[in-house]
C-alpha cells in the first residue's frame, strides 16, 4: 500500500533548487493543489520542466510568477506573459525544447537510454551547442534525458496499491515523467481499494508512484 499524504506533506521534501516535472498540457492535468502547495511553501531557485509556462494564474505559472522558478524548461511559454518578461530580463532561464523532443528526452532517461536522435531542430537556434550525428546518411541532433528529483502529477483516481487512472488528453506527460523522476507524487481527488480501477485502465502503473496525494479540485 501506498502512503496517502496531503499536498503540504508532500511538498515538504522540496527544498529550494530542487528539479520538479510537472504533468499538464495548458494546465489541464496539472496537480492543482501540489501547486497551490508548493506556493504556499515559498521554495525558490527551482527547475521546472514542463509542457508550458502555463496562465499567470493558473498552476505551474503561479510559481514562475512569484519568482520561484530559476530554470525553466519547457515547448512554449506564449500564454503566460510573466515568463517571457522574465526570460528577457535574465530572471528566469528558459530553455524551449520541441514538444515532441522534449517529451522524447524524458522518456528516455524513464528507459535508461543514453538519449534520443532526431531531426527536429536541425538549421535552427534548437541546435546550438548540441552534437549532431549521422546514421545512413542523414544528420541527427542528439538531445539527452532529462531527469528530476520529483514528478508531480494528477489523476483522475488512484487505488491504494498506486495505480492511477489519467483520462483522455490529461495523459499527456504523465507516463513518462513517473518514469524520469526520483520520488513520484500522483495527486487525486478518488482513492479506491485494489481492484477498483479496471487493469487496461491503469495508465501509470504502480511501481513508479511513490505517494498518493490526496487533493483534487482546481485552484
Known amino acids: ?6 499536498p503540504e506533506e508532500a511538498v515538504r521534501e522540496v527544498k529550494d533548487g530542487a528539479s520538479i516535472m510537472v504533468s499538464g498540457f495548458m494546465c489541464c492535468g496539472q496537480p492543482p493543489q501540489l501547486m497551490e502547495a508548493l506556493l504556499k511553501k515559498g521554495v525558490k531557485d527551482l527547475t521546472i520542466i514542463c509542457n508550458d509556462a502555463g496562465f499567470p494564474d493558473r498552476g505551474v505559472g503561479k510559481l514562475i510568477v512569484a519568482g520561484q522558478v530559476k530554470h525553466l524548461i519547457a515547448s512554449h511559454i506564449g500564454l503566460n506573459p510573466v515568463a517571457g518578461q522574465k526570460m528577457h530580463s535574465g530572471e528566469m532561464v528558459v530553455e524551449l525544447v520541441p514538444q515532441g523532443t522534449l517529451a522524447e528526452r524524458i522518456r528516455a532517461c524513464g528507459a535508461g537510454l543514453g538519449g534520443v536522435l532526431t531531426p527536429t531542430g536541425l538549421g535552427t537556434e534548437v541546435e546550438n551547442g548540441k552534437r549532431t550525428v549521422e546514421v545512413s546518411g542523414k544528420k541527427f541532433l542528439l538531445e539527452l534525458p532529462l531527469h528530476a528529483d520529483f514528478a508531480f502529477l494528477q489523476a483522475r483516481e488512484v487505488d491504494r496499491f498506486g ?44 511501481v513508479f508512484v511513490t505517494d498518493i496525494v490526496k487533493g483534487g479540485g482546481n485552484a
Open 163 to 206: 495505480n492511477a487512472f489519467v483520462p483522455k488528453s490529461m495523459k499527456n506527460f504523465n507516463v513518462v515523467m513517473a518514469m524520469a523522476a526520483e520520488r513520484v507524487f500522483v495527486e487525486t481527488d478518488k482513492v479506491v481499494e485494489p481492484g477498483g480501477i479496471d487493469p487496461d485502465k491503469a495508465t501509470i502503473p504502480c
Open 1 to 6: 500500500m501506498k502512503r496517502i499524504c496531503t
